[in-house]
């Protein structure tokens, strides 16, 4: 006789969260029973929240538009001794022409680190008596030769603009149409309401933050919406796999399968942030703290809350709008009411 414990076997409408397992277990096996689905009107009420806020922040405080939108002259000068820093720069920008400098950053690190002031266009006697000034007050490490300054045009971050515009729709008529052949139209429909809270909190995280929008802060935000759609279509297609005869059982419901397939993909999701979070903190931490480059701040910030607010949405938003989305359907609407009827009948036998 065999001292094997029999194995409990769970009909699908006793599923419930495997309680003797650890929440980490529970997590990993997607056994965790998670009520996400069924607290969408809570999920809802964050995200609504969290996008007013972003909308609010782009509104009144909006954004800082970088030299590559506006226009302007940029002012490079090598930090090539402890004396030549930001604030001491923009010092002597401030006492030679009289008013304060857009932003000063610095770039680079070591023996390559440079110092780069921008500012509105200036005429060739103010960039002339600015490159003296600098020149005269850091002598001798620095000359008139180590200070140069460039101009762009405004015309150039205009045409950039345009183009992002357009690759935005393009990207979000491409994923509407994708999804609507490769699963269904409340899928596209929930999919693309995922992408305009993405899209709206990102921003919005950067106008809070208040850094410059530049070139690199456009790639990033169409390189996380790639992430994006990538997390969601996972999903989806463990949503369609639970659902595909969803219709031939009444032990449960379509909101109850959907939330199933979150349950199981939750941990890939979690993966999948975790690997994607890391090397984007690890490019802020060596290359913008440590090396000192600038430059690459505005990429790093764009992708590291992209990348959360992607995984966010394609659980706690895109999941529970395709269920809403769904119930509106009568099929779904007849084959929810007949599962709760079941129910009913038998806790009442």
């Not at 599923?15 to 529970?26: D, G, H, I, K, T």
């Not at 930001?86 to 440079?114: H, M, N, R, W, Y």
């Not at 490490?141 to 183009?163: C, F, M, P």
């Not at 796999?241 to 109850?256: C, D, H, I, L, M």
């Amino acid at each position: 006789m065999s001292d094997e414990k029999p194995t409990t076997v769970w009909a699908d409408e006793d599923y419930v969260a495997a309680e003797n397992r650890s929440f980490l277990s529970r997590l990993y096996t997607g056994t965790g029973a998670f009520d996400i689905v069924g607290r969408r009107k809570t999920w809802y009420t964050v995200s609504a929240v969290i996008m007013l806020i972003c909308i609010l922040s782009m509104v009144f405080r909006g954004f800082t538009p970088g030299i590559d939108f506006e226009g302007g002259t940029q002012v490079s000068l090598p930090a090539v001794s402890s004396s030549i820093t930001t604030d001491s720069v923009s010092k002597v920008f401030a006492d030679t022409l009289g008013q304060e400098p857009e932003s000063v950053q610095t770039a680079g690190a070591g023996s390559s680190a440079t110092i780069q002031l921008r500012t509105e266009t200036m005429s060739a006697e103010d960039a002339g008596k600015l490159a003296h000034a600098l020149a005269d007050t850091f002598k001798p490490e620095l000359t008139l030769a180590d200070v140069s300054s460039s101009d762009v045009s405004s015309t150039w971050g205009a045409e950039i603009t345009r183009k992002m515009v357009i690759a935005l729709l393009v990207f979000l008529v491409v994923v509407f149409i994708y999804i609507a052949v490769r699963f269904d139209r409340e899928m596209s429909a929930a999919a693309l309401v995922s992408l305009l809270f993405d899209v709206v909190v990102t921003a919005g995280a950067y106008s809070l933050v208040g850094w410059e929008v530049t070139p690199a802060m456009v790639i990033g935000l169409l390189t996380v919406l790639g992430f994006s759609v990538y997390d969601t279509v996972v999903v989806f297609d463990k949503v369609e796999e639970n659902t595909r005869s969803v219709f031939a059982t009444s032990r449960r419901t379509y909101g109850e399968q959907t939330n199933l397939a979150v349950n199981q993909t939750l941990m890939r999701s979690i993966n999948t942030t975790v690997i994607s979070v890391l090397p984007i903190i690890a490019l802020m931490v060596i290359a913008v703290w440590m090396l000192g480059v600038g430059t690459l701040k505005d990429l790093a910030l764009i992708q590291l809350v992209g990348v959360v607010v992607g995984t966010y949405s394609s659980v706690f938003l895109a999941s529970p709008m395709l269920v809403s989305l769904k119930e509106r359907r009568k099929d779904v609407k007849r084959h929810t009411a007949k599962v709760l009827a079941r129910r009913e009948k038998v806790a009442s036998a």
